[in-house]
C-alpha cells in the first residue's frame, strides 16, 4: 500500500500575516483604550461638583413625592369594591428619581427594585394601599391565564440559594415546593392563576420578573393610565402592555 502524499501547507503572503498581527495589536490596544476611558469616565462622575442648587432641587422633589403619596392616600379611599379579580401584574415603570425614601421601601416591600421588573400580587386592602402610595412609578392590572403561563414559562426564575435558577427542571420546584404539593411550572402556574392556599409560597419563591423595554416607544411616563399616560390601573389592558414587554 503506497504511502500517503504528504499535502503541503496553505501558503499565506508575508504582507498578510503582517496585517493580521497589525489587526490584533491594533484590537488589543483599543479595548485597553475603552476600558481605561470607562475607567476614567467612572472616576469623575464620583468626582463630579454637584451645584447647591441641584441638591436643593433634589430635595424639594423628595418631598413633593411624600406630599403626592399622604394626598393620594387621603383623597382617594381604597378601590377594593372596584377591583374585579383577586390577581394582580405589577410592573414598575419609573426609576428613583424624585422619589421619596418611603417610596423606596414600598417599591423594596413589592420587591420592584429595578425598572421593568414584574410580580404578581394578591389583591387585599394592604396592597391596594402600597400600590395606592406608589402609584407614579409602578402600573398594573389583571393578567389572563395566556400570559400567566407565558410569563412562568419564559421568563419564569425561582430563588435557590438567594440566588436566580431558571424553570428548566422541575427538581428544582419539587424540592422548593414538593411539600406543597407543587412539583412542576404547570402547578405553579396554576397556583398563580387561581390565587390558591399556597399563592404567598410561590410568589416568594418567584424571582420578580425582568421585562423588555418596549420598542420604538418612548419612556413610560407618570401620568395616569385613565389620563392618557401609563401608571396606575390598565385593568384588562395590562394584558396588551405585557404582550409588548415580555
Not at 413633593?64 to 379579580?85: A, E, P, V
Not at 391596594?128 to 402610595?133: A, D, G, H, T
Not at 400567566?148 to 421568563?155: A, D, G, M, P, T
Request: glycine share 4%; charged share 35%; hydrophobic share 35%.
Amino acid at each position: 500500500m503506497a504511502e500517503e502524499e504528504s499535502q503541503p501547507l496553505a501558503y499565506v503572503h508575508e504582507t498578510v500575516l503582517k496585517k493580521r498581527k497589525n489587526n490584533e495589536e491594533w484590537a488589543i490596544k483599543r479595548r485597553d483604550q475603552l476600558d481605561a476611558r470607562k475607567k476614567r469616565k467612572k472616576e469623575d462622575l464620583k468626582l463630579a461638583i454637584r451645584r447647591p442648587e441641584e441638591f436643593v432641587k433634589e430635595y424639594r422633589d423628595k418631598e413633593l413625592d411624600l406630599i403626592r403619596m399622604k394626598q393620594r392616600l387621603k383623597r382617594r379611599k381604597l378601590f377594593s369594591d372596584n377591583i374585579k379579580s383577586d390577581l394582580l401584574f405589577v410592573i414598575r415603570i419609573r426609576g428613583s428619581k424624585d422619589m421619596h425614601p418611603r417610596t423606596r421601601k414600598i417599591l423594596n416591600l413589592l420587591r420592584l427594585r429595578h425598572i421593568l421588573s414584574g410580580v404578581f400580587v394578591k389583591t387585599n386592602e394592604a396592597t391596594l394601599k402600597m400600590l395606592l402610595s406608589v402609584e407614579p412609578f409602578i402600573t398594573y392590572g389583571y393578567p389572563s391565564l395566556k400570559n400567566v403561563r407565558e410569563l412562568i414559562y419564559k421568563k419564569g426564575c425561582g430563588m435557590i440559594d438567594k440566588q436566580s435558577a431558571p424553570l428548566t427542571n422541575n427538581n428544582v420546584i419539587e424540592q422548593a415546593l414538593g411539600k406543597y404539593g407543587i412539583i412542576c411550572i404547570e402547578d405553579i402556574v396554576h397556583e398563580i392563576a387561581t390565587v390558591g392556599s399556597h399563592f404567598k409560597e410561590v410568589t416568594k419563591f418567584l424571582w420578580p420578573f425582568r421585562l423588555k423595554a418596549p420598542e420604538r416607544r418612548p419612556l413610560l411616563t407618570k401620568k395616569p393610565y385613565k389620563d392618557g399616560g401609563d401608571s396606575g390601573n390598565h385593568e384588562e389592558s395590562i394584558n396588551e402592555l405585557i404582550d409588548k414587554l415580555n
